[in-house]
């Protein structure tokens, strides 16, 4: 039986296993860390396949949160009972995006004790704020401007600070009195924004650099006259998380992953070797470890936290395992795989006669 190679979009980790969205397929995957094996365990309720349905899994309690990136809904795996909710993001009105290949929503966790999430508008007219406890969602009008994304922000003292994709504008919203000031922005599009809570300063990735930004400047000044300073890595970076005293950057169109000590902003960068396609992966915690999932690649990357040694894990499955798994379900072809495309399954080096006995 031929193997099935699986590009992930996004995944957390709850238990030591990580819980995946499939950025080729609809399907639910799991890998568990110490059994070192992978199973598909379903398709995703009320989704079609296309590419990417998932932009991100924020790992709460028991549960897994999938937000939509092309997919319709917010999806809730509870790991404990092996089911799926469902919540539906709220807006009025959904517009043309920048470019095809941004999302209708961009996230970000709050984990600084209200348990909140944040879904930014990238082609809806909405800011939706979820409860993770109650799963009760509230929304923020006229956030954006058609034509315009926010693909990064954060929540600081009351006030949501989020960017615009082109780098033109910083958007204010005060969640408790709903209200949106916009100021200028750095000029080039922030990937991710995260608070350092040791230095009070704001750690920003862009699409050029990587940008420090303290408390006061960001609050008293606007566009580039708040950076405080520009650090000193040489490759891009797209996604950072920070675990003690350590910040950690991820690759974007890049082969490189950074580390930075919080203290002293010495930068180490590790190459993770070079790739035909574009390296792009987003961070999960695990403990001792990051797990990095990557859309661009079958695999998986196990950072060790304090040596920063790093683990290739290949998500390669028998495709026996999904065959089983369809049958079961009684699932047809056209809710499986994205747009019903042979040439997707072929790239992926399935036998083609295999596909085709599963859904007869």
């Not at 949106?180 to 000029?187: E, L, T, Y």
Request: some cysteine; glycine content about 6%; hydrophobic content about 40%.
């Amino acid at each position: 039986m031929s193997k099935y190679q699986l590009m992930m979009s996004c995944g957390a980790v709850v238990d030591n296993v990580v819980y995946m969205s499939s950025a080729l397929m609809n399907g639910l995957f799991s890998y568990d860390l110490e059994k070192k094996s992978i199973r598909y365990l379903m398709p995703f309720t009320s989704e079609l396949p296309c590419y990417v349905t998932h932009c991100g899994a924020v790992p709460f309690q028991n549960e897994v949160w999938f937000i939509p990136q092309h997919g319709e809904n917010i999806s809730i795996y509870d790991t404990c009972t092996n089911q799926i909710k469902l919540i539906k993001p709220l807006y009025t009105e959904k517009y043309q995006a920048p470019s095809d290949g941004v999302p209708s929503i961009s996230y970000f966790y709050d984990k600084r004790g209200n348990s909140k999430l944040y879904l930014l508008p990238a082609a809806i007219d909405a800011l939706d704020i979820i409860d993770l406890e109650s799963k009760q969602i509230d929304a923020i009008y006229g956030v954006i401007k058609q034509g315009e994304s926010l693909i990064a922000g954060i929540y600081h003292k009351g006030v949501i600070y989020a960017f615009t994709s082109d780098g033109k504008w910083r958007v204010d919203i005060d969640v408790d009195n709903k209200k949106v000031n916009r100021h200028p922005g750095f000029g080039k599009a922030v990937l991710d924004i995260k608070w350092i809570e040791k230095t009070k300063t704001f750690l920003m990735t862009t699409a050029d650099d990587v940008m420090m930004v303290a408390e006061k400047s960001l609050i008293q000044r606007t566009g580039n006259n708040s950076v405080d300073k520009i650090l000193d890595v040489e490759h891009k970076y797209g996604y950072a998380s920070i675990y003690g005293d350590y910040i950690f950057l991820f690759p974007w169109k890049d082969h490189y992953i950074g580390k930075i000590d919080i203290n002293t902003l010495e930068t180490s960068e590790i190459d993770i070797g070079k790739s035909n396609g574009v390296l792009y992966f987003k961070p999960a915690d695990a403990g001792k470890f990051i797990i990095g999932v990557s859309e661009n690649l079958p695999l998986l990357l196990k950072i060790d936290k304090d040596t920063m040694a790093i683990e290739t894990i290949e998500m390669d499955i028998d495709f026996s395992v999904i065959i089983e798994k369809v049958h079961e379900k009684g699932i047809k072809r056209q809710d499986v795989f994205w747009n019903n495309d042979l040439s997707i399954v072929s790239e992926k080096m399935i036998d083609i006669d295999d596909f085709v006995r599963l859904f007869v």
